[in-house]
């Protein structure tokens, strides 16, 4: 009989993925830690490979550190796209998936998926997005999709 495998039952690896994410000092810490490999003769590749990013976010990483130190590698205000959806429709959203079933809307599913989701905020909204999006669009009303029940609140 081998050893038993070490698990984490309270948290999913995402859950705890959110909170390392959510800690700027970890993100900071992270972010040196992967220049002082690059520092160590490891390549860009490599070191990406090891943190699930892409090589060349570890060279932002590196050049941002040579031009400004420590400062250059914490977050910046006013980065990355804006989202097309305001917080105020996105909270309206949540309300529907919420109280409404698909069928009020004349789809005929009781459970609702992304893609169903994208359907109405395009209906809606006049919003448009790529199949890809509509998770993150859960994720970020504080939802979560399961497979075989739909659309459901996280705990």
Excluded at 56 to 71: A, D, M, P, T, Y
């Amino acid at each position: 009989m081998g050893k038993p495998v070490l698990k984490v039952e309270s948290k999913s690896p995402e859950e705890i993925k959110e909170m390392l994410n959510g800690n700027p000092e970890f993100l900071l810490a992270t972010r040196l830690n992967m220049v002082y490999h690059v520092a160590k003769g490891h390549s860009s590749r490599e070191v990406a490979s090891w943190y699930g990013v892409s090589f060349k976010q570890v060279i932002n990483w590196v050049h941002r550190f040579e031009e400004s130190g420590l400062e250059g590698l914490e977050n910046k205000d006013g980065r990355g796209r804006k989202s097309y959806i305001t917080d105020d429709e996105l909270e309206r959203i949540k309300i529907m998936v919420l109280e409404k079933s698909p069928l009020d809307y004349g789809i005929k599913t009781e459970k609702w998926s992304g893609p169903i989701l994208l359907r109405i905020i395009k209906e809606k909204f006049g919003i448009e997005y790529k199949p890809t999006q509509a998770y993150k669009l859960i994720e970020r009303m504080g939802l979560e999709f399961k497979k075989g029940k739909g659309i459901v609140v996280t705990k």
